[in-house]
């Protein structure tokens, strides 16, 4: 929707609805856009925010503060009435931990931006321990601190990283104690703030850099003790969660007991102190080189009684009559063959044998009932003879051979011809046929 604005001094003009819609020749008067920037601005709600008081000057009625990100280098101004701050059962002092309901405000004649303080409160040290209590509990509903998250450390770390304050006692500690177990241990060292609005970032840019790294086998984050408020930055959520994100194992190594820091819960070993820490994640050189001797021993011990029973079985097995003369089982095996070879010769003789004299008792009847045998004892086969349609005809009957019939009459010695008398004979008159 247009808007109309009547610029003091000029004949009313039709200004752009949006700043979008400017431009040289239709431009906005800088007093809409600061109208439009005070509407917009005072618009957000007021929030409660965190953060510490480092400025802080009373200049009559009000009152000019500085808060300064607990965990970050971001400080913000901020005005504040000074009968807030006689409300305070304690009067508030460069250093201390607030929280602070703050409200934008736009100045419009002179265009600055104002954080308005309209409740501010000091956070004191049962705030801080309830506030990590609410963190550590929806934390660990989250699973952060599951016993299966948490991975084994190796063995015998051979590159071991370690974030520590710059020059520390803690580091010191690791270093030494880490060198008197094993001297062969090396260490990648992130010398870091572990206090602070800084520490938070650098540790956890320190962790990344070890985790990236193939050659380091565990990391160690270690710091001397301290106040509540130094151990502050152990328990940030941020940092939390880029230890369980971490590939490499990690070990907490914050020297304390009276407080205990999330980091603690999430790290894959807690250690109390730092000297606790290198006791526990490299070995004692002595302790296993008497291990070593140990495992060397009882190998020794076990190969010797190994050999020694199995010598005992290949004795026992080289005295069995089988080893001690071999040749007796080939010469049984041998007596056994030639036994089966002659009972298998005989049975197949006599197989032979039998099958000859029944052949020879086929080829008997065979040759009884061949029309050779008949004809040998004195029979004749009486056939016509060729030349005629029915040449070659055995006659079975005197009236297929009628008179003058020519015929061929087969015996025992051969073939010859006659010619048939024809007419039935009788039983007793035997006539000789013509030849």
């Known amino acids: 929707m247009a808007e109309n604005a009547i610029v003091p001094g000029t004949a009313p003009t039709t200004v752009p609805a949006t700043a ?133 450390l190796p063995l015998l770390p051979h590159r071991i990283g370690l974030i520590t304050g710059r020059d520390s006692d803690a580091k010191k500690d690791v270093l030494r104690n880490a060198a008197l177990r094993w001297p062969a241990v090396e260490f990648e060292i992130r010398e870091v703030a572990v206090q602070g609005n800084t520490a938070v970032a650098q540790i956890i840019r320190a962790l990344k850099e070890l985790d990236a790294r193939p050659d380091v086998d565990v990391i160690v984050v270690a710091r001397g003790g301290g106040a509540l408020e ?29 407080d205990r820091p999330i980091l603690d819960d999430v790290a894959d070993l807690r250690a109390s102190t730092p000297t606790d820490a290198a006791k526990r994640i490299v070995p004692e050189v002595s302790e296993e080189l008497a291990r070593v001797r140990q495992a060397e021993a009882q190998l020794h011990r076990s190969v010797t009684q190994l050999v020694a029973r199995e010598s005992d079985r290949l004795a026992a097995l080289r005295s069995r009559p089988v080893l001690a003369a071999p040749e007796v089982m080939v010469n049984v095996r041998e007596e056994e063959v030639e036994r089966l070879a002659r009972r298998s010769t005989a049975a197949i003789s006599a197989a032979v044998t039998r099958a000859a004299d029944q052949l020879g008792h086929l080829q008997a009847q065979v040759r009884a009932l061949s029309p050779q045998q008949t004809l040998d004892r004195g029979y004749a086969v009486v056939q016509l003879a060729a030349g005629g349609p029915s040449a070659g005809t055995v006659v079975r009957h005197p009236s297929e051979a009628p008179a003058e019939t020519d015929l061929s009459i087969r015996v025992a010695g051969g073939k010859f011809g006659a010619t048939s008398t024809g007419g039935p004979q009788s039983a007793g008159a035997r006539q000789p046929a013509r030849t």
Request: charged content about 25%; aromatic content about 4%; cysteine-free.
């Open 20 to 152: 979008a819609e400017t431009t040289p020749d239709n431009p906005w008067p800088l007093q809409l856009l600061s109208q439009k920037l005070k509407a917009h601005i005072e618009r957000a709600p007021a929030a409660w925010v965190e953060g510490q008081v480092i400025e802080l000057n009373r200049r009559g009625t009000s009152a000019f503060l500085t808060l300064r990100d607990v965990d970050a280098e971001i400080s913000l101004p901020a005005s504040v009435w000074s009968k807030i701050l006689d409300r305070q059962e304690s009067p508030l002092e460069r250093g201390s931990r607030v929280v602070a309901l703050l409200k934008a405000e736009f100045w419009l004649k002179t265009g600055r931006l104002n954080m308005s303080v309209k409740d501010i409160r000091p956070v004191g040290l049962g705030d801080l321990l309830a506030r990590i209590e609410r963190l550590r509990h929806a934390l660990g509903a989250e699973g952060l601190f599951a016993e299966s998250r948490k991975k084994r």
């Open 230 to 258: 130094d151990l502050l930055p152990f328990s940030n959520e941020e940092l939390i969660r880029a230890v369980a994100g971490a590939v490499t194992p990690v070990v907490s190594a914050i020297g304390h007991e009276a």
